[in-house]
């Protein structure tokens, strides 16, 4: 069966960095569109980022556009979200998502996504 699972979070000061990764399992990792979203307590789950199947297409959230940087290993059937600078507000569960697609177009939906991991926190500390 398909498993996402994310690794990298933690506890960092604002201004900080950190790398999450998400290692896939049980899919064929390059044909698949995959995705970085965020939920903070008491709000919903919103999209950060998104790479195409060949990682030639990306796509972030206005909130982070500058900041974070996605890519993929497909050899390693591994994504990953650089975060740098990082702000208070991006304290969030971060998680992976999945969705087959050999299209450029990327999804900025968590309804289009099929898999998910089961995200890992990201603290951003004053």
């Known amino acids: 069966q398909v498993q996402l699972v994310e690794s990298g979070g933690g506890l960092v000061q604002a201004g900080g960095s950190l790398r999450l990764s998400c290692a896939a399992s049980?899919?064929?990792?390059?044909?698949?569109?995959m995705g970085w979203f965020r939920q903070a307590p008491g709000k919903e789950r919103e999209f950060v980022a998104a790479?195409?199947?060949?990682?030639?297409?990306?796509a972030y959230a206005d909130s982070v556009k500058g900041r974070f940087t996605i890519s993929r290993a497909n050899r390693e059937n591994t994504l990953y979200l650089q975060m740098n600078s990082l702000k208070l507000e991006d304290t969030a569960v971060y998680y992976c998502?999945?969705?087959?697609?050999?299209?450029?177009?990327?999804?900025?939906?968590?309804?289009?996504?099929?898999?998910w991991g089961q995200g890992t926190q990201v603290t951003v500390s004053s």
């Open positions: 049980g899919l064929t990792f390059s044909s698949y569109m």
């Open positions: 790479i195409s199947w060949g990682g030639g297409n990306t």
């Open positions: 998502a999945a969705v087959r697609s050999l299209s450029p177009s990327l999804a900025y939906t968590h309804n289009e996504y099929d898999y």
